[in-house]
């Protein structure tokens, strides 16, 4: 989780995995897709993704060392879909258990907010290793206060699945790539109104990723967050299609 002072606030062909479908867009606002329900694999190998557009996140620092990263959106009628892709030279995660300070190593996160008549959103952090982080934010004099996420029960719980290349999914492998694939449903998120979306619904949204490789801190975010992840008037926006 990157902040303006650094401290935690809570927070082979591409052809072949499919990756290589539809152009990569850049812009502030982007559409989700609707599909029906289907099963994920961890590196986006079902039809349905054929759909959507890569979003690029842009890359913010260390930038002698230009690792891309991207991401796709789709949704159902009883969830949303994430597909991150992300280049890598070095899996640093060595977490093993979910729930934990996952922003302190590689990670990928996105950030939900459906309805801004509350400063309540939705921060969800997803490891290589496939250990996740859901958390609850409530923004209080503008300062981001958070919350272990709710009790998964029925139709609440995550689905979330990891994949990577060119190496062996461990602590400190050497990797070409990795990718996140997970399904967030709606039943999940009824508290924060605007939840299900139905057609032209729009909420305001941001994806980043975290990575420490050599001790470097590397950060990429789709809409530029110069001071901390939860400047969320500074989120870009999706459209429900």
């Keep these: ?37 289907f099963d994920i694999t961890g590196d986006g190998l079902s039809e349905h993704w054929k759909t959507a557009d890569w979003v690029k996140i ?42 934990v300070h996952l922003w302190t190593e590689d990670v990928i996160e996105v950030f939900l907010w459906p309805d801004t008549d509350k400063e ?20 209080f004099d503008g300062k981001p206060h958070r919350w272990q ?24 492998a050497s990797i070409e790539r990795w990718t996140a694939e997970f399904y967030i449903p709606f039943s999940l998120l009824l508290p924060m109104g605007q939840v299900p979306p139905v057609a032209d619904t729009q909420w305001r949204v941001n994806f980043t990723r975290m990575d420490y490789l050599d001790k470097k801190e590397i950060y990429w975010s789709w809409q530029d967050l110069p001071g901390s992840f939860h400047e969320i008037n500074r989120f870009g926006t999706m459209i429900f299609k």
């Design 149 to 172: 996420a709710w009790y998964y029960e029925d139709d609440r719980e995550i689905r979330h699945k990891t994949a990577v290349r060119g190496g062996e999914k461990r602590s400190g």
């Design 1 to 37: 989780m990157k902040t303006k002072t650094y401290i935690p606030i809570f927070c082979m062909l591409l052809s072949v995995y499919g990756y290589s479908q539809k152009k990569t867009i850049h812009r502030d606002s982007i559409e989700a897709n609707k599909v029906i329900d």
């Design 58 to 99: 842009e890359q913010r620092a260390h930038l002698d060392l230009a690792m891309e990263t991207k991401v796709k959106v789709l949704y159902s009628e009883t969830g949303i879909y994430f597909l991150f892709y992300s280049e890598d030279r070095k899996l640093d995660a060595s977490f093993e258990a979910s729930g």
């Design 120 to 139: 309540v959103y939705f921060e969800y952090e997803l490891s290589p290793l496939n250990f996740d982080l859901p958390l609850m934010v409530m923004n």
